[in-house]
């Protein structure tokens, strides 16, 4: 696997795959990233609703089932592995000011941050201070050339497609993410970023290996141009978090990604 110290994952939520892939009506921009970048077509999320899916993404495991549920939990996770290994990342989350923890606030959902549910960062004031940053520091770090190696993005629920029209989230991914990385040495020729786009799940109805059909896409130096899946793997949450930790040079991920496999046929291997 390619190595990167840009890894960018941006979240969005409760869109079904036909949805999403090939609709130049909701999605034009996204649509364009992925025929840029890489489209794993067998991705599926974990459960329903959306926490489950955060925690997998996050620690390999789905821990709860409860939406409205802000306990903080001890157990191993990549937050946890990157402070170990000085790895340096970041939430940028819309709605939300420097070191926040606290439950929903206006279009803030905690449940869509789970950082702010595990003890290293949660626990830690210190650390959340680091970790934890309004959307508006996304932005400025991007321009002045300073993100992090791993940059966790949550758009608000009008953004993300949770409660705003596919239009707004597509717009918004437009303007404050592909934008600006576009311009960014890191996401050109020679480079080594990683544009990650991924939904937490698909529509209510479809319970398809626990979360229904959604999409997942790469783009960026270390990915394969105009890339369709053509293996018959189905990739879940769990994957994208082993992929993650092996693009961040982590070794031995947490829970079910200890057994997963990566998503190494989306990138331009070594």
């Not at 034009?28 to 997998?56: Q, R, V």
């Not at 940053?133 to 300073?146: E, G, I, R, V």
């Not at 190696?149 to 949770?162: E, G, I, K, R, T």
């Amino acid at each position: 696997m390619p190595t990167s110290q840009h890894v960018v994952l941006v979240m969005e939520e409760n869109q079904s795959y036909s949805s999403v892939a090939g609709n130049m009506t909701a999605w034009p921009h996204l649509n364009a990233l992925i025929k840029a970048g890489s489209l794993a077509s067998n991705y599926y999320a974990n459960a329903h609703p959306s926490i489950p899916n955060y925690f997998m993404l996050t620690t390999g495991q789905t821990l709860t089932l409860d939406d409205s549920s802000t306990k903080v939990w001890d157990v191993d996770n990549i937050a946890r592995r990157m402070l170990s290994a000085k790895v340096s990342f970041k939430v940028y989350a819309e709605g939300i000011k420097q070191g926040y923890v606290g439950g929903n606030t206006g279009l803030y959902v905690i449940r869509h941050n789970p950082f702010a549910m595990l003890s290293d960062v949660a626990s830690n004031t210190t650390i959340a201070n680091q970790v934890i940053q309004p959307f508006t520091q996304f932005t400025t770090d991007a321009a002045n050339k300073t993100l992090p190696a791993f940059s966790f993005v949550v758009p608000d629920l009008n953004d993300d497609a949770h409660n705003g029209t596919p239009q707004a989230a597509d717009n918004w991914l437009q303007s404050n993410i592909i934008g600006p990385l576009t311009t960014n040495p890191a996401f050109q020729i020679g480079g080594d970023g990683l544009l990650i786009v991924l939904f937490d799940e698909s529509v209510d109805s479809d319970i398809t290996n626990g979360g229904g059909h959604i999409v997942a896409t790469f783009w960026g130096p270390i990915v394969k141009a105009g890339y369709t899946q053509t293996s018959k793997t189905t990739y879940q949450h769990q994957n994208m978090l082993r992929t993650v930790m092996e693009v961040l040079s982590l070794s031995n991920p947490p829970g079910a990604a200890a057994s997963a496999s990566d998503m190494s046929e989306f990138f331009n291997l070594k």
